[in-house]
């Protein structure tokens, strides 16, 4: 079975997370299309993270079912993880390594066999805009260049899906344009459907096909940022789409805040 192809990359129903009695995610019904951006939105600690992580494998369901990339996350977990990239919300390069041995150390961990690797990695260093800073340590890296790093890293395998827990979090506008930029070449080159959440309205309109709004848990709206603001008027804005799902939850999102401060292990290594 061709399950690459399917026609939609994550399929969940009824997808649901208890915390100890905490519903953190609540019976989510989610279909991605194959090839689109889809953007998760959602206050903090609405369960965006958490939903990811049982997309991904990293944590069990509590109850319902999901398919990503046509496997099952709880039975099939091994080829869900082969056939993801996932870019987490902390910093995922070794800062004591240079950019080409981060994508050395990708290249290995998604057994892409050796011959292959040095086109592989040249490949995504010209993608991602770092050739020539492929030589220098990670941690010299500005927060946009990073970013890039890690999205080459874990797209070095040419996954049918990316993951992304808040790619451009604490980047000013420039960087933040080169990662979208970065990501729009991925799906236009290698047809890869991309899943990110976000806090920004901007990213939305700017970047995802569709996108769901999470609140509690539940996903309260999914659809196009056009659908969306034409349910609430005429000139609504996404942000008014917004504040009229979360109500005051919305006070609970963040903005930009300083990439150093929110991924820390790059100074581990300084
Ligand atoms: N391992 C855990 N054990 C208990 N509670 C948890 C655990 N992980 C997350 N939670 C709780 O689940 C809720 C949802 O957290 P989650 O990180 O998924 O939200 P989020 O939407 O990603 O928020 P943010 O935008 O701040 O990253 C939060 O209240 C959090 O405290």
């Not at 990359?9 to 989510?28: M, S």
């Not at 659908?227 to 006070?251: M, Q, R, S």
């Amino acid at each position: 079975m061709q399950r690459s192809q399917l026609e939609y990359p994550i399929r969940t129903t009824g997808l649901t997370k208890i915390f100890d009695d905490r519903v953190v995610v609540d019976q989510v019904e989610l279909n991605v299309r194959s090839g689109e951006i889809f953007g998760l939105i959602g206050p903090n600690g609405a369960g965006k993270s958490t939903l990811i992580k049982m997309l991904t494998t990293l944590l069990p369901p509590t109850r319902g079912e999901a398919t990503v990339a046509g496997y099952d996350v709880r039975r099939e977990a091994r080829g869900v993880r082969s056939h993801i990239g996932y870019v987490p919300q902390l910093l995922s390069a070794d800062g004591a390594l240079t950019g080409y041995e981060n994508l050395l150390l990708s290249a290995r961990l998604y057994l892409i066999p050796r011959r292959e690797r040095a086109a592989r990695i040249k490949e995504a260093l010209a993608m991602t805009g770092l050739a020539d800073a492929s030589d220098r340590l990670a941690q010299h890296y500005s927060g946009g260049m990073l970013r890039r790093l890690e999205i080459a890293q874990s797209t070095l395998h040419r996954p049918t899906l990316l993951i992304m827990d808040e790619p451009t979090v604490g980047l000013d506008p420039m960087a933040r344009d080169a990662v979208w930029d970065h990501i729009r070449d991925l799906r236009k080159r290698f047809g890869t459907t991309i899943l990110l959440t976000t806090h920004v309205m901007g990213e939305v309109e700017a970047l995802c096909d569709r996108v769901g709004i999470l609140h509690r848990g539940r996903l309260e709206k999914l659809g196009t940022a056009n659908e969306l603001k034409a349910e609430i008027g005429p000139n609504a804005t996404l942000d008014d789409v917004f504040v009229h799902i979360v109500g005051e939850d919305a006070g609970k999102t963040e903005g930009y805040y300083d990439v150093r401060q929110a991924r820390r292990s790059v100074t581990a290594h300084e």
